[in-house]
Structures are given as structure tokens and as C-alpha cells.
T-cell receptor, first 116, second 114 residues
Framework: DTGVSQDPRHKITKRGQNVTFRCDPISEHNRLYWYRQTLGQGPEFLTY????????KSRLLSDRFSAERPKGSFSTLEIQRTEQGDSAMYLC??????????????FGEGSRLTVL | AQKITQTQPGMFVQEKEAVTLDCTYD???????LFWYKQPSSGEMIFLIYQGSYDQQNATEGRYSLNFQKARKSANLVISASQLGDSAMYFCAIRGTGGFKTIFGAGTRLFVKA
């Protein structure tokens, strides 16, 4: 089991450009989450997928953000027209179907975005 | 809605001593789960321990134990026999009845001194 994989690990972009992050969850996990973490803060929930269905989206996720999980396996998070305030670590996590309240999240190593 | 409050931005502990990291929570859900995660400087979040709101006993996992006081809405993490490798950020988190959204606190940075 290779764990949750995120790509790229680091991305530097200029303001106004679009960026896309990819997350490959643990293979048998049907739940997938995206979080954003800024320096010195805890992860902030962005969105959640169960299989291919996006079941919740945070108000933090403006219209410039979109996430997909087309076949219920990997997921992408796209940020359009990036702003300097988007600079953060974007964390992906997955959990197995039977977890319920008790199921812990398995996190990837994150994708760090720097917007110049 | 759920909320986690961690009031200790930083904590110091001598190696081999025990340390308590504070966590209080707020939720209107009748059942919920409480978690602690560790984030070393490498960045990857690591699950440490879980406590269910209806669990009668405090959770323990090796050197980690959770001091759960439901009436006070607190879920403090106790690390016994601290090691240098315990130096990291520690996050308390809660998941409510909906069962999928986990909310994290701002974290406590722990420094273990040799």
C-alpha cells in the first residue's frame, strides 16, 4: 500500500495563472477530502467526495476553485486565476468506507502552492 | 457546526517527562468523534488517537492517552515519556454525526528538550 499520493509537491506560479493539483487516495478508500493549510494554522476543510460524488463544499471554496473525482479514484483540485492569498499547502486525505465517525484520515504529503 | 479550540500555541517539555496538550470543543451533535494528529516538520499529518463521545473509557495508544471530560467538552492529549521525535505540531479535531467532515483546531507546537 503506497499511501495517499499528491502531485506536484511544490508549485510556484504567477498571479492570474491556473494551477491543478492531483491526489491519488489509498486504493480501497472511497472517501476523499481536500484541505487547505496556511502557515501556523490547522487544516481548513475545502471539499469532500464519496466515490465520485462531491457531497460537501466549503464556503472557503470560491468560484475560482473546482474539484473533481471523475471515476471515484483520483481527484483534481483546480484553482483558476490564482491570487496571492491562495498561497498555502493543499492537503488531500482519504478514508475507508467503513470508518464512519471513528475512521481516521490518511493524509498525503501535500502540495505547496506559492503565488507570486 | 463544530469548533475546536487549542489555547496553547507552544509548549516545552523535558525529554522523558509527560506533557498535556489542551483541547476544548463545541458541537451540537449528539454523537461525535475526537481525534489527535501529529504533524512533524516534514508536513505529513499522522493520526495518533481517537475518542468516541459515547466511549466510557479514555482512549490510549502506546504513549498517547486522551483525557476526555465530556461535561467540560475537553479532550486533552497526554504524551508520556516524551522523546525528541515528539517535537511537532499537534492538532485536535472533531467529526460530527454527518460522519465525514473533520474540523481541526489551530494546533499546538511541542518542543521536546534534551
Amino acid at each position: 500500500d503506497t499511501g495517499v499520493s499528491q502531485d506536484p509537491r511544490h508549485k510556484i506560479t504567477k498571479r492570474g495563472q491556473n494551477v491543478t493539483f492531483r491526489c491519488d487516495p489509498i486504493s480501497e478508500h472511497n472517501r476523499l477530502y481536500w484541505y487547505r493549510q496556511t502557515l501556523g494554522q490547522g487544516p481548513e476543510f475545502l471539499t469532500y467526495f464519496q466515490n465520485e460524488a462531491q457531497l460537501e463544499k466549503s464556503r472557503l471554496l470560491s468560484d475560482r476553485f473546482s474539484a473533481e473525482r471523475p471515476k471515484g479514484s483520483f481527484s483534481t483540485l483546480e484553482i483558476q486565476r490564482t491570487e496571492q492569498g491562495d498561497s498555502a499547502m493543499y492537503l488531500c486525505a482519504s478514508s475507508p468506507p467503513a470508518g464512519g465517525l471513528a475512521g481516521e484520515l490518511f493524509f498525503g504529503e501535500g502540495s505547496r502552492l506559492t503565488v507570486l | 457546526a463544530q469548533k475546536i479550540t487549542q489555547t496553547q500555541p507552544g509548549m516545552f517539555v523535558q525529554e522523558k517527562e509527560a506533557v498535556t496538550l489542551d483541547c476544548t470543543y463545541d458541537t451540537s451533535d449528539p454523537s461525535y468523534g475526537l481525534f489527535w494528529y501529529k504533524q512533524p516538520s516534514s508536513g505529513e499529518m499522522i493520526f495518533l488517537i481517537y475518542q468516541g463521545s459515547y466511549d466510557q473509557q479514555n482512549a490510549t495508544e502506546g504513549r498517547y492517552s486522551l483525557n476526555f471530560q465530556k461535561a467540560r467538552k475537553s479532550a486533552n492529549l497526554v504524551i508520556s515519556a516524551s522523546q525528541l521525535g515528539d517535537s511537532a505540531m499537534y492538532f485536535c479535531a472533531i467529526r460530527g454525526t454527518g460522519g465525514f467532515k473533520t474540523i481541526f483546531g489551530a494546533g499546538t507546537r511541542l518542543f521536546v528538550k534534551a
